[in-house]
């Protein structure tokens, strides 16, 4: 997967074609970093790491949960309220936790309804940042898009990750909300996406993860096609492997939840178990964290699945390879993915994959019956369809595990991920020349 055809080439180098690159110094920020389940804090510790193995100076800024990182890359904890911690979510913080401005705007928009992260995290990078102006060549923001990063701007060149528009996400938990009270809750936690959408067209260069995230970007947050290049992300393919000697267990299916919304598309598959086991002993086995009161709680009280359902999380990588080769099948039933981490780490195990064509996921686990089998979004009659004909076909099932495992290793690597965005804070360099970015 290459840059979009429209985009144009990058521009030139900004070292002497004779000159080998000097290694840049990069600052990556971070707003939200789970080390386990979750796209961004797996984007980073995978990018940096890379990024430090082609012997670039990496240092990570990031706000709570803090991602875990290799020895090489430092990190520069931000501190936010941790309104949102795992313990006490929704707490309110005390008058005496109100330091500094940015625990005043998070407090703030919390207050309102919105969900305050992006915004009080870009402050209190910049606040961390403008002291250290000269230090780094190049600043990398992971989808915070707050209006910090515009000041951040004025200090050094700023290139942005965007993996998919939060307004999808808004859209879908629109359609999906189930009363009056709700979408007006719905509408206000997305109010910082109007955030996003300002400071997104103000930053020069994007890299997006997908052709469609690329679309979805311009149509949504408005950004010129011009100013964005798709970068996929990878996956480690000497890590997520089929394990020798592991049982799979009869009936097993795994899946990803990063986050127990709406856009997951987690509802559909509890559906679809549900249909499965009146005809077969089934279990499914959920990498994420159930929200109290959230929409797959309901649905596992209203089918009555608790005794088949089983949620993990926490866990290091090498469990959730274990998972993988101790499950019949993956399933990814998302209704949108920008691009969609659990399904090349499923393909890479080798483990036959079941996914739906929501968002970016065609062009990732690619033609139906080949490499994945596919299924329309939001159909849990087709999921069930389709898993139920992959547990009484194991062998033709095994075929399309191993050839999406070569489907990933041709395509897709962390190096490559990092050896491609190296490109583009080359070109943003080359075009925004600033007092503070020493060009390599």
């Not at 509802?267 to 499965?276: C, F, H, S």
């Not at 088949?308 to 290091?316: M, Q, R, T």
Request: charged fraction near 25%.
């Amino acid at each position: 997967m290459s840059d979009h055809p429209e985009h144009g080439a990058l521009a030139h180098s900004s070292h002497s074609p004779t000159e080998p690159a000097k290694p840049l110094r990069i600052a990556v920020l971070a707003y939200r970093g789970k080390p386990h389940c979750g796209g961004q804090g797996v984007y980073v510790r995978h990018l940096t790491k890379a990024l430090a193995d082609l012997g670039h100076h990496v240092e990570v800024f990031g706000g709570q949960p803090y991602p875990e990182l290799d020895d090489r890359v430092k990190l520069t904890k931000l501190p936010s309220l941790d309104i949102y911690n795992d313990h006490f979510p929704m707490r309110m913080p005390g008058l005496w936790e109100l330091k500094e401005f940015a625990d005043f705007a998070e407090v703030t928009a919390f207050s309102t309804g919105t969900f305050p992260e992006p915004l009080a995290f870009s402050i209190r990078a910049y606040q961390a940042l403008k002291e250290r102006a000269g230090e780094f060549d190049i600043v990398h923001d992971n989808q915070s898009l707050g209006y910090g990063i515009l000041a951040i701007q004025k200090l050094f060149p700023v290139l942005g990750t965007i993996h998919h528009p939060i307004t999808v996400d808004r859209r879908l938990e629109m359609e999906h909300a189930r009363s009056w009270k709700e979408r007006i809750g719905k509408q206000r936690w997305y109010a910082f996406t109007k955030m996003q959408t300002r400071v997104a067209k103000r930053l020069p260069r994007i890299v997006t993860v997908s052709e469609s995230s690329h679309d979805d970007i311009h149509n949504d947050h408005q950004v010129p096609r011009e100013r964005m290049h798709v970068v996929p992300v990878g996956v480690d393919p000497d890590l997520f492997k089929p394990l020798p000697g592991v049982e799979r267990v009869k009936g097993q299916l795994l899946t990803t939840a990063s986050a127990d919304v709406t856009l997951k598309g987690l509802r559909y598959l509890l559906e679809a178990v549900a249909k499965l086991r009146t005809e077969r002993d089934i279990k499914l086995v959920v990498i994420g964290r159930p929200k109290e009161g959230g929409v797959s709680e309901a649905t596992i009280n209203r089918l009555g699945l608790a005794d088949c359902v089983e949620w993990v999380s926490g866990v290091p990588d090498q469990r959730i390879v274990e998972l993988y080769s101790e499950s019949e099948l993956a399933v990814v039933p998302s209704l949108y993915e920008g691009f969609s981490l659990p399904a090349i780490e499923a393909m890479s195990s080798a483990i036959p994959l079941v996914a739906t064509t929501g968002g970016a996921l065609p062009e990732v686990v690619g033609p139906d019956g080949e490499t994945a089998l596919v299924v329309p979004p939001g159909d849990s009659e087709a999921l069930a369809a389709k898993i139920a004909w992959a547990l009484d076909n194991p062998e033709a099932a095994a075929e399309i595990g191993k050839a999406g495992r070569q489907r990933v290793k041709d395509n897709w690597s962390w190096r490559h991920t990092a050896e491609k965005t190296v490109e583009q804070y080359r070109a943003l360099l080359a075009e925004t020349a600033t007092p503070n970015s020493k060009q390599a």
